[in-house]
């Protein structure tokens, strides 16, 4: 079982930036996937963005360009980069493993 704890959310301006934390605890062998999603208020959760433990990467198309997803493997963490953030990336972001832990997020607000 893996353990995931997201960190770095906040409340930003619009075209401001946050980098985003999901530090991962327990067998290694679980999380060579770590997925980000994030959900809305009223709004279904969505995928952000994942990457493999081999650095293969794919992003939604609402954030590419401007998120960045990388991997320490050393640390067991990953990171979301966020620029020129909009306020419609306004969610609670939380990481997922391959195993199907959950963290339990992260909130991101971006004013106008």
């Known amino acids: 079982q893996v353990q995931l704890v997201e960190s770095g959310g906040g409340l930003v301006q619009a075209g401001g930036s946050l980098r985003l934390s999901c530090a991962a605890s327990?067998?290694?062998?679980?999380?060579?996937?770590i997925y980000w999603y994030r959900q809305a208020p009223g709004k279904q959760r969505e995928l952000v963005a994942f990457?493999?433990?081999?650095?293969?990467?794919k992003y939604a198309d609402s954030v590419k360009g401007r998120f960045t997803i990388s991997r320490d493997n050393a640390k067991n963490t990953v990171y979301l980069q966020m620029n020129r953030l909009k306020p419609e990336d306004t969610a609670v972001y939380y990481c997922?493993?391959?195993?199907?832990?959950w963290g339990r997020g992260t909130q991101v607000t971006v004013s106008v």
């Open positions: 990457i493999t433990s081999d650095g293969s990467i």
């Open positions: 997922k493993s391959f195993s199907g832990s």
């Open positions: 327990g067998s290694i062998f679980s999380i060579n996937v």
